[in-house]
């Protein structure tokens, strides 16, 4: 997965949903060890201090924590990925329901098509 960054926010936190995204994912599995800064921060193109905001937010919501002199591993806690899975799936169905109430589709021809496109992609 590339690190696609934009300006119209934080660049940490965009680092942060990334790397959420690739646990979720299961891109870095858990239990795994994380690159370390400065290698995740030249992939992304950043500054590794940016990079170093970032995990230490992931650190704070416990998503990644730290061994002393062996780096930055990814939560054991796979019911907090599973949740953090689950809760952006959520943001993202959310999302998708605005975008067709504004291009003016009601609930149930939205549910109409989406098993549509579901059926066509079998």
Known sequence: MSWEL???????????DQ?????????????EKLPSVRDLAA???VNPNTMQK??????????????R?????ITEDIDMI???????AKNEI??????????????DRTLKVLEQVMKEME
């Open 54 to 67: 970032a995990l230490t937010e992931l650190e704070r919501i416990n998503l990644v924590y730290s061994v």
């Open 94 to 107: 959310k999302e998708f329901l605005k975008k067709m109430q504004k291009i003016g589709f009601e609930k």
């Open 43 to 45: 992939e992304a193109a």
């Open 6 to 16: 934009k300006n119209d926010r934080p660049i940490y936190t965009q680092l942060m």
């Open 19 to 31: 790397i959420t995204l690739k646990i979720v994912s299961g891109e870095y599995k858990s239990g």
């Open 82 to 88: 599973k949740d953090m899975q689950e809760n952006l």
């Open 69 to 73: 002199t062996s780096g930055r591993f």
